[in-house]
């Protein structure tokens, strides 16, 4: 191999990072006519398996050219750790009889609403159940799938509020007042169909927080579904409800995708602003209040002109011609008599 020739590409791969004695035992191993990829194929396999066995004296690829050195990976912004969910309180009683379809406490109903919650990552549930349920079905309050509450209870996810028998009579505490309380104080939400007006009225602070924190839901068939908009299409999403943090109207409100080309008009359920100070009637409706607004401008009569008003519309002819045919003008002196 010309010195010359062996000299340039020597320089080449000095430029890619590789080390002189590197370079001279592949060239000094290949013919003298090898191929440049020929070349680098050669050193990229005994670099590397030179750099299994000496470490760090493995050669080190860089780009060609002027380049700077090695950088040092940039610390971003620390990553927030991903948000907690709120606490689950489900009306044990109120879905259990949902599931049964008003007949039945169906345990099942239960296990269904638990995980639900449980494959979403939600583990803060509690369940509040009636201590008497633990008893013997009877005909009267018949109930399936009993063995579930010892399950839950033994998980420490279900609850049973105190009950007692009294001279033959049972005593019950009620049960909804455990399942807001511990709601109200855990910051969490309440699973349930029931509105609990009686206990809203004892508090305003628990009326808003049963307003803006019940979740209610239905059962088609053996699946538990509880809606994707719990607050209504303006609020949040079941998922955003279910966070442990705070939301504003900012981040609720979904702008539509379609923008100003939209066709729905107020029957989309996203958010335009540019219709924030627009009418929400739709355009049937406000095409009926516009006609029935320029009808009845036009078709009421004008009301009677007073005599202020007839007196400056009226020319001074007309003005004293009127003053002296008036009854109420002093009669006029008579003319005298002709010879």
């Known amino acids: 191999m010309d010195r010359q020739q062996q000299h340039v590409k020597v320089e080449r791969f000095l430029k890619l990072g ?30 590397h398996t030179g750099s299994n066995s000496s470490g760090p004296h493995s050669p080190r690829l860089v780009p060609r050219g002027c380049s700077p050195g090695p950088a040092e990976p940039r610390a ?31 345990c099942q109903g239960l296990q269904l609403a638990v995980s639900w919650f449980w494959d979403r990552g939600l583990q803060d549930i509690t369940v509040f159940v009636p201590l008497w349920r633990k008893e013997q079905p009877r005909a009267e309050a018949p109930i399936t799938d009993q063995h579930i509450l010892h399950e839950l209870e033994r998980r420490k996810i279900l609850v049973f509020t105190p009950s007692r028998c009294v001279n033959g009579k ?13 709601a109200f104080d855990s910051d969490g939400i309440i699973v349930s169909n029931d509105n609990y007006r009686d206990l809203q009225t004892e508090s305003p602070q628990w ?20 809606p994707d908009d719990p607050l209504g299409r303006n609020g949040p999403s079941i998922h955003d409800f279910l966070l442990n943090q705070p939301w504003s109207s900012d981040n609720r409100l979904q702008p539509c995708p379609y923008g100003k080309k939209c066709t729905y ?54 003005l004293f011609h009127r003053d002296t045919s008036s009854p109420r003008s002093p009669p006029q002196p008579l003319p005298p008599p002709q010879p």
């Open 207 to 226: 009326k808003k927080f049963i307003e803006e924190r019940l979740l209610m839901y239905s059962f088609a068939n053996d699946k538990f579904m509880p």
């Open 265 to 318: 008009g107020v029957k989309c359920k996203f958010y335009h602003p540019e219709r924030a100070h627009q009418s929400q009637l739709s355009v049937a409706d406000e095409l009926r209040d516009r006609a029935k607004n320029t009808h009845c401008r036009y078709s009421s009569p004008n009301p009677p002109l007073s005599t202020d008003d007839l007196s400056l519309r009226a020319s001074p002819s007309e």
């Open 76 to 106: 971003g912004p620390p990553r927030e750790p991903p948000a907690g969910f709120r606490a689950v309180v489900i009306d044990g009683s109120n879905v259990a009889m949902s599931h049964g379809n008003k007949k039945v406490f169906s």
């Open 18 to 47: 590789y080390c002189p004695s590197d370079i001279l035992r592949v060239l000094g191993s290949l013919h003298h006519d090898a191929q440049t990829n020929d070349i680098l194929e050669e050193l990229i396999k005994t670099c």
């Open 170 to 182: 049972r005593v019950v505490c009620y049960d909804d007042r455990y399942i807001v309380k511990l």
